[in-house]
Every structure is written in structure tokens, then in C-alpha cells.
């Protein structure tokens, strides 16, 4: 079946620190991509993502890039903040299904 | 963009009463309607579908008489945890799709705490 697999947390960087978090997938199809925030209580926003091979999403800094030879969707970021602590989710849905299947998370604390 | 709401966003109740979540699109018509879970620390784990005027699929695992799933209309889905156990208590996410496109629109999430 489909799944997500992303970087074990927690993750604990400085403030202005350089991010990647690594995602892998695995599909049946040509999945679309995607990157979710969530901020403590609070539910998930869509951060950033990416319909095709070689597409990058970005946005507020942060990038991925859709890597099909590699199966990988990581995600990165030059400079981080401190209002950047959130749990991160990788997920992946498929032109032919709806619904989302969600990598475990992982947790970045930035400390200023 | 695309705004959907739950209510509560809290709710504490009693072992063996039933609660009711609702999730509503606000400026959007859902076709689809997603309820998820998700434990302390973990990713969301997807209970069922429910889509406008029919019967919710569930995922395997997922007991549908405890989990009441109803999608009346195009703006609202509704989730009734029956007879809820302190196991019940969880984070209760749910997200809308409309027909343009692939995106799902999150709510913010129910608490549920069954004592």
C-alpha cells in the first residue's frame, strides 16, 4: 500500500539554523505530495506541495522538491525562526483517491 | 482560501454519554468529508469518508456503530462518538474537499475527554 515515512523528531535547532526534513514515499500511482504544519493546538494547515516530478513547492521559506528517482520530498529551510516550532507532516494522495496518508510527523523545536 | 470549522474545540463528558463533533465548510461547497484521529504525538490516522447524501466508508478497524458519521449536507458533516470510553479520548480532526481540486481544508480539531 501507499506510505509515508518521515525523519524521526524531535528535531531541536538554534534560531537562523538550516532545516531539511526527509520524507519518503512509497505509491502504486503518481502521487501528489504535500507538507502540513501544525501549531500546538491548532489543526493542520497546508504549508507547501507539489502535483509532479520535479515540481518545487515553497512558500514562507520553506522548500521541497518532488524527486521521483528518489522517491523523496524533503523538506528545507536556509533560516529558521523561533514561531517555525510546530509538528511537520509529509503526506501523499493519489490523482485516483482522495484521501491523505500522512507520514508519523516531526516535531521542531527552534530555540532563540 | 477555503475555511472549515469544528465544534467544540473542546468537550469533556462522562464514560458512557455520546458527544457529537461537527465540522462545517464555510465558504465552500464539500463534496467529501474526512474525520480523522490523531493520538498524542502521532500522525493522523483517517477513520472514515463520508460523502454529501450517502453512507460513510470506514477504515478497517474503525467501528462504525461507535462512530456515527452523518453528511446531511454540503457544508456539514457530523461525527457522534456512542456510548464514549476514556479510550475515546483523543484529538478528532476533521477536512473538507470541494470539487475543483485535490486540496483538503483541515478544521482546527476537536479535543475529546471522556473521564
Known amino acids: 500500500g501507499d506510505s509515508v515515512t518521515q525523519m524521526e523528531g524531535p528535531v531541536t535547532l538554534s534560531e537562523e539554523a538550516f532545516l531539511t526534513i526527509n520524507c519518503t514515499y512509497t505509491?502504486?500511482?503518481?502521487?501528489?505530495l504535500f507538507w502540513y504544519v501544525q501549531y500546538p493546538g491548532e489543526g493542520l494547515q497546508l504549508l507547501l506541495k507539489a502535483t509532479k516530478a520535479d515540481d518545487k513547492g515553497s512558500n514562507k521559506g520553506f522548500e521541497a522538491t518532488y524527486r521521483k528517482e528518489t522517491t523523496s520530498f524533503h523538506l528545507e529551510k536556509g533560516s529558521v525562526q523561533v514561531s517555525d516550532s510546530a509538528v511537520y507532516f509529509c503526506?501523499?494522495?493519489?490523482?485516483?483517491?482522495?484521501?491523505?496518508?500522512f507520514g508519523s510527523g516531526t516535531q521542531l523545536t527552534v530555540l532563540p | 482560501g477555503a475555511v472549515v470549522s469544528q465544534h467544540p474545540s473542546w468537550v469533556i463528558c462522562k464514560s458512557g454519554t455520546s458527544v457529537k463533533i461537527e465540522c462545517r465548510s464555510l465558504?465552500?461547497?464539500?463534496?467529501?468529508m474526512f474525520w480523522y484521529r490523531q493520538f498524542p504525538k502521532q500522525s493522523l490516522m483517517l477513520m472514515a469518508t463520508?460523502?454529501?447524501?450517502?453512507?460513510?466508508?470506514?477504515e478497517q478497524g474503525v467501528e462504525k456503530d461507535k462512530f456515527l458519521i452523518n453528511h446531511a449536507s454540503l457544508t456539514l458533516s457530523t461525527l457522534t462518538v456512542t456510548s464514549a470510553h476514556p479510550e475515546d479520548s483523543s484529538f478528532y480532526i476533521c477536512?473538507?474537499?470541494?470539487?475543483?481540486?485535490?486540496?483538503?481544508?483541515f478544521g482546527p480539531g476537536t479535543r475529546l475527554t471522556v473521564l
Open positions: 465558504d465552500f461547497q464539500a463534496t467529501t
Open positions: 505509491a502504486t500511482g503518481y502521487p501528489s
Open positions: 477536512s473538507a474537499k470541494g470539487e475543483r481540486n485535490n486540496e483538503q481544508f
Open positions: 463520508s460523502n454529501e447524501g450517502s453512507k460513510a466508508t470506514y
Open positions: 503526506a501523499l494522495t493519489l490523482s485516483s483517491a482522495r484521501q491523505l496518508t
